[in-house]
């Protein structure tokens, strides 16, 4: 089982607790460049690393972004303007890519997240409000693998609150990041965390209800099948992941982008003859 880590709390309680129950599980931490004024994406591995030195035995993949794609994320938002120039966009996709890319590589059977009750919840409310009905057919706590070439991934503590996971860390010693991402301020998921917990305070339980009312419209009643059936994935030629995109990746066109327009900046002369 691979634990994808990010040096938070959620992360880290998974993958002690996995390894408590017996698991063969083994971590990786995407280092994706990000300081922020406060070495975020280095305090980050340094929180991981203590966390594994107090357990003989844990194993560390770490994927560096900078040195592997050529940009940390928040120069590459900007170099694409994905997402209006904010790093989340970008991030996002790229996370996602280099975690089923790791998962599948090293044949793991299962990719775990951290996603907790808050997260998922405010994920729900998001893709409701828009109706993005594609996100709505994926959203679950277990994606089977599939032929394509993604693997099966799980969110353990989708039923879990926030503040249980940070209770766990508590009690347990667990030293964590306790700084959201500074690119975080103003993201739509802060808000609509922000909105759940006004709701929980009036309705306890609301949370944890939506989640499985969901889940259970989906079941039961199959709700969004029709478009989780509609969405047919093909190899990416160029990294051999899957994607819905004819031709290349999404990954792999952003990133090319990126190491485009660094080479122009590097060599101003040529983007002069260019014009």
Same mark, same amino acid.
């Given at each position: 089982?691979?634990?994808?880590?990010?040096?938070?709390?959620?992360?880290?309680?998974?993958?002690?607790?996995?390894?408590?129950?017996?698991?063969?599980?083994?971590?990786?931490?995407?280092?994706?460049?990000?300081?922020?004024?406060?070495?975020?994406?280095?305090?980050?591995?340094?929180?991981?690393?203590?966390?594994?030195?107090?357990?003989?035995?844990?194993?560390?993949?770490?994927?560096?972004?900078?040195?592997?794609?050529?940009?940390?994320?928040?120069?590459?938002?900007?170099?694409?303007?994905?997402?209006?120039?904010?790093?989340?966009?970008?991030?996002?996709?790229?996370?996602?890519?280099?975690?089923?890319?790791?998962?599948?590589?090293?044949?793991?059977?299962?990719?775990?997240?951290?996603?907790?009750?808050?997260?998922?919840?405010?994920?729900?409310?998001?893709?409701?409000?828009?109706?993005?009905?594609?996100?709505?057919?994926?959203?679950?706590?277990?994606?089977?693998?599939?032929?394509?070439?993604?693997?099966?991934?799980?969110?353990?503590?989708?039923?879990?609150?926030?503040?249980?996971?940070?209770?766990?860390?508590?009690?347990?010693?667990?030293?964590?990041?306790?700084?959201?991402?500074?690119?975080?301020?103003?993201?739509?998921?802060?808000?609509? #965390?922000?909105?759940?917990?006004?709701?929980?305070?009036?309705?306890?339980?609301? #949370?944890?209800?939506?989640?499985?009312?969901?889940?259970?419209?989906?079941?039961?009643?199959?709700?969004?099948?029709?478009?989780?059936?509609?969405?047919?994935?093909?190899?990416?030629?160029?990294?051999?992941?899957?994607?819905?995109?004819?031709?290349?990746?999404?990954?792999?066109?952003?990133?090319?982008?990126?190491?485009?327009?660094?080479?122009?900046?590097?060599?101003?002369?040529?983007?002069?003859?260019?014009?």
């Amino acid at each position: 089982m691979l634990v994808a880590v990010s040096g938070g709390k959620d992360s880290l309680a998974l993958w002690d607790v996995l390894v408590a129950l017996g698991y063969q599980a083994d971590g990786l931490y995407i280092k994706l460049g990000i300081d922020g004024g406060v070495r975020y994406s280095d305090q980050s591995l340094e929180k991981i690393e203590a966390f594994i030195a107090a357990r003989p035995g844990a194993r560390l993949t770490v994927v560096d972004v900078p040195q592997e794609l050529g940009a940390p994320i928040p120069l590459a938002a900007q170099l694409t303007r994905r997402g209006q120039g904010r790093p989340c966009s970008i991030c996002g996709m790229s996370r996602r890519h280099i975690m089923n890319r790791v998962a599948h590589d090293g044949g793991y059977d299962v990719l775990a997240t951290g996603h907790n009750l808050d997260d998922e919840a405010a994920t729900l409310m998001g893709n409701t409000l828009s109706w993005q009905v594609g996100y709505l057919a994926r959203q679950h706590p277990v994606l089977p693998a599939s032929d394509d070439g993604l693997v099966r991934k799980v969110k353990p503590f989708f039923r879990f609150y926030e503040r249980e996971t940070a209770a766990y860390a508590l009690v347990c010693g667990i030293d964590y990041v306790y700084d959201e991402c500074p690119y975080a301020v103003g993201a739509t998921s802060i808000y609509y #965390k922000g909105l759940l917990n006004q709701l929980e305070a009036d309705r306890p339980g609301a #949370k944890l209800q939506f989640v499985l009312s969901f889940l259970r419209a989906k079941e039961e009643e199959g709700a969004f099948a029709q478009a989780a059936s509609e969405v047919t994935l093909k190899r990416c030629p160029k990294c051999g992941q899957p994607t819905a995109n004819d031709g290349e990746c999404t990954f792999c066109r952003t990133w090319d982008r990126v190491r485009e327009r660094l080479a122009s900046q590097t060599h101003p002369q040529t983007q002069m003859e260019a014009r």
